[in-house]
């Protein structure tokens, strides 16, 4: 079963709650969550015969950023909520 496709008003309708001025990035890879500055913004047809837009990353070096940040891979559930182990006594010198 294939997900629903976004389509370019419901792209505008998401984008129409965010802040005009700030930067659009890809979150890419689920496996090894990365965040990539996008540049682009291209028109085509499929095989089909559709309209279909992209969003492309830049081409520059710089165009991929590093991770995502951990609380954006949780909310698109690309990972789990990660909680720190408990705290147990430090051992000291000497066995005790």
């Known amino acids: 079963m294939t997900s629903p496709e976004m389509t370019v008003g419901g792209l505008i309708d998401h984008l129409s709650s965010c802040d005009p001025k700030a930067p659009v990035r890809q979150a890419m890879n689920p496996f090894y969550p990365m965040a990539h500055r996008m ?3 291209l028109q085509s047809v499929d095989e089909t015969g559709r309209t279909v ?3 492309a990353e830049g081409q520059d070096e710089d165009a ?13 559930t690309w990972q789990d909520p990660v909680q720190a182990p408990p705290s147990r006594p430090r051992r000291r010198a000497g066995g005790n």
């Open 39 to 41: 540049q682009q913004v």
């Open 53 to 55: 837009v992209y969003l």
């Open 64 to 76: 991929q950023l590093g991770h995502l940040p951990p609380e954006v891979a949780i909310a698109l």
